[in-house]
């Protein structure tokens, strides 16, 4: 933690997958500025930058708030009341309008699990999963998946979706609720 309410996290070291895909479109740039078209290359250099720019470098939270660091700014998601390990989960389905490889995973994608969801992912086993107040869902992928959530989930405001086994019935008392309204 940085402070109270306050923790940072870097983002996950790129899967084996963001390599590979990062590679060969670097040499593609490289074999077009050296020989091919300069239209074709011009357009592939302006897509390299702009998914180099926009991978995400870390992750913040900053009270009930996501901010998701690029290397030239920054975009901020909240209030999250929700946040949890995907452990089961990788980035499959439909890729709507995003990258699938280059640098990271960003973009819009839909699956049948989390329905449309924006991802901000530099690996495919490392993923969080947070939603937003308003229903929108986040992927992200921090260097420690555990570590992150587990500060969220103890920053005031926000909580973690309860294992089936331990979800309480209809009578209980819902404390979180009670301490977010004595605040």
């Known amino acids: 933690m940085l402070g109270k309410g306050t923790m940072k996290q870097k983002a996950a070291r790129p899967d084996w997958f963001v390599l590979l895909i990062t590679g060969f479109v670097t040499i593609i740039v490289g074999i077009l500025i050296y020989d091919g078209p300069w239209t074709g290359a011009l357009i592939l250099i ?3 930058l702009y998914c180099y720019i926009y ?6 939270m900053r009270g009930d ?3 998701v660091n690029f290397r030239i700014g920054s975009k901020r998601f909240g209030p999250i009341v929700s946040c949890q390990t995907t452990k089961s989960r990788v980035i499959v389905g439909l890729r709507v309008f995003g990258n699938g490889g280059l640098f990271g995973y960003t973009g819009w994608y839909w699956n049948l699990r989390d329905g449309l969801h924006r991802s901000y992912a530099t690996h495919r086993k490392k993923l969080i999963l947070l939603e937003t107040e308003a229903g929108r869902k986040i992927l992200t992928s921090p260097v420690d998946p555990e570590g992150f959530v587990d500060g969220v989930n103890d920053t005031p405001g926000t909580r973690s979706e309860p ?4 979800i309480a019935d209809s009578n209980a008392v819902n404390y979180d609720v009670i301490d977010r309204l004595a605040e």
């Open 65 to 67: 708030f996501l901010i």
């Open 46 to 48: 302006g897509v390299w």
């Open 163 to 166: 294992p089936d086994s331990e």
């Open 55 to 60: 991978a995400p470098r870390s992750y913040e």
